[in-house]
C-alpha cells in the first residue's frame, strides 16, 4: 500500500531551474568574469548550492558568492518563477487523501524555504532532506532512505517522483518505486539513462495512476 509520496524539488515541483541559472550566472560572471551556460549550470548539478559554489568557483571569495547567490535567487524568484496552480491543487489533493508528503532535494534549505514560501508550500510536507541534510547527494540513496526513516514506513510504501537521472538513480538505490516526470517548462533529464519504473509528462497521468 503506497502511503508515501516524495517528491524532488527543482524542475518536478516547482519551475525553479530559470531562476538558478540566473543566480549561479551572476555568481560566475560576478567572481571569475565568466560567461556560464543554462547546460554548464545544470552539469554541477548534484551538491548543494553551497557546495557547486565551493567546487566550481575559481575566485577565492566564496562566502561573498554564496550570499550573492542566495540574494539574487530571491530578488528574482517571483519574476522567474510562475505559481502553478495545478500543482498546488495536487498537493493539497494528496494530503486530504491521506498521503504523507516528502521532498528529496540537492538544493541547500535556505534556497528551498525561499521557494516554498513564495510558493505557499510551506505547510504541505511532513518531511523534507535537504542537501544539507546528507553527506552524500543523489544519485546515492542518503537522502531518501532518511526521509523513509523521518516517515516511519518501508521502501515498498513510497514512491520518489524526479526529473533527472540522478533522483531515479536514487530511488532504485533505495528501492522505491520511481516516476520520472517531464511535466514542467523546465527540467533536467531529456532522456533518462536509467528508467523509471513510469515516466509522466502530466499531472493527470499520475492521478489516474495513484488511482490504479
Keep these: ?16 531551474l530559470p531562476v538558478c541559472f540566473y543566480a549561479f550566472q551572476a555568481v560566475f560572471k560576478e567572481f571569475d568574469n565568466k560567461e556560464v551556460t543554462s547546460d554548464e549550470v545544470k552539469a554541477m548539478f548534484g551538491p548543494s548550492e ?13 562566502d561573498e558568492a554564496i550570499e550573492l547567490y542566495y540574494d539574487k535567487y530571491s530578488e528574482k524568484h517571483r519574476e522567474l518563477v510562475v505559481e502553478n496552480e ?29 521557494s516554498l514560501d513564495c510558493l505557499q508550500m510551506n505547510d504541505l510536507f511532513d518531511v523534507i532532506i535537504t542537501g544539507d541534510d546528507v553527506t552524500m547527494p543523489k544519485p546515492h540513496p542518503e537522502g531518501l532512505n532518511k526521509a523513509l526513516v ?25 528501492d522505491v518505486n520511481t516516476i520520472g ?14 528508467q523509471p519504473d513510469l515516466l509522466l509528462n502530466n499531472v493527470n497521468e499520475f492521478l489516474e495512476w495513484l488511482k490504479k
Design 86 to 114: 495545478e500543482m498546488n491543487d495536487l498537493l493539497r489533493f494528496l494530503k486530504k487523501e491521506g498521503y504523507q508528503l516528502g521532498i528529496v532535494t540537492g538544493k541547500a534549505r535556505r534556497s528551498l524555504i525561499i
Design 150 to 174: 523521518k516517515l516511519h514506513i518501508k521502501n515498498t510504501e513510497a514512491v520518489f517522483l524526479g526529473d533527472s537521472d540522478a533522483d531515479i538513480q536514487a530511488g532504485k538505490q533505495a
Design 181 to 194: 516526470v517531464q511535466w514542467l517548462p523546465n527540467y533536467q533529464t531529456l532522456e533518462f539513462r536509467v
Design 1 to 16: 500500500m503506497m502511503k508515501a509520496i516524495i517528491f524532488d524539488f527543482d524542475g518536478t515541483l516547482a519551475d525553479t
Design 50 to 62: 553551497t557546495g557547486i559554489i565551493k567546487e566550481n568557483l575559481l575566485d577565492s571569495n566564496q
